[in-house]
Every structure is written in C-alpha cells, then in structure tokens.
C-alpha cells in the first residue's frame, strides 16, 4: 500500500500548481485524502480533507480560498490546485489517507505517502 504525491515544483508568487496523489495497492476511491504540508524545521500541518464520498470538504482556515481538492475518479487520483501561491507556502506537501475527515491532524491519517517539494520564490 502506497501513496504517491508529485506535481511539485518552483513557482514564483502568485503563480499556481496542481499536486497530484495516486495509490498503489489499494483504490484510493474508497478512502477519505487529506493533504498536508511541513515548511522546513516546522511541524506538518493539514491544508485539506476530501471525504471518500466527496459529500465533505475541510479546508485550513487560513488558506481562504487559495486552494481546492478535488478527484479525479477517471485517474484514481486526487488533486490539490493550488492558486495564488505565497512564499510561506514553501515546503514538502503530502498526501495521506484514512476512513474519513475526522480532522486535519497527522494522527488522524493512518497512510502517508512521500511528499512532493513545492518551492515559491518572492
């Protein structure tokens, strides 16, 4: 069972990026996906949770609307686009997996995949 996230990459402020997370071993369909993100000597955090029905979405607070989760069922895949970028969006982003959005902490994800760098430039 793994996740995959990718689609990183160096943007500069204001710019966009799509993250991609894809499952090997398992349909990541029947799974609720959460992204997260952890900036260099910080601790990881939640961006975003997608309910396995899609019927619930959780955003942090402090995105305001900068970013969108969303599936992809023709892929099997599930995307993070991520619009007006800032450079304290810098850092690793991950992708995990769980029954459900019970919250945007690391401890409610049981699945983690390896992250994928996103650096934005000021």
């Known amino acids: 069972v793994q996740l995959q996230a990718s689609g990183g990459g160096l943007v500069q402020t204001g710019g966009s990026l799509r993250l991609s997370c894809e499952a090997s071993g398992f349909t990541l369909g029947y799974y609720a996906i959460a992204w997260f993100h952890q900036a260099l000597g910080k601790e990881r955090e939640g961006v975003s949770c997608?309910?396995?029905?899609?019927?619930?979405?959780v955003y942090a607070e402090s995105l305001a609307g900068r970013f969108t989760i969303y599936r992809d069922n023709t892929k099997d895949a599930v995307h993070l686009q991520m619009n007006n970028l800032k450079p304290e969006d810098t850092g690793v982003y991950y992708c995990a997996a769980d029954s459900s959005c019970g919250g945007l902490g690391t401890g409610d994800f049981s699945s983690w995949g390896q992250g994928t760098l996103v650096t934005v430039s000021s």
């Open positions: 997608l309910s396995r029905t899609g019927e619930s979405v």
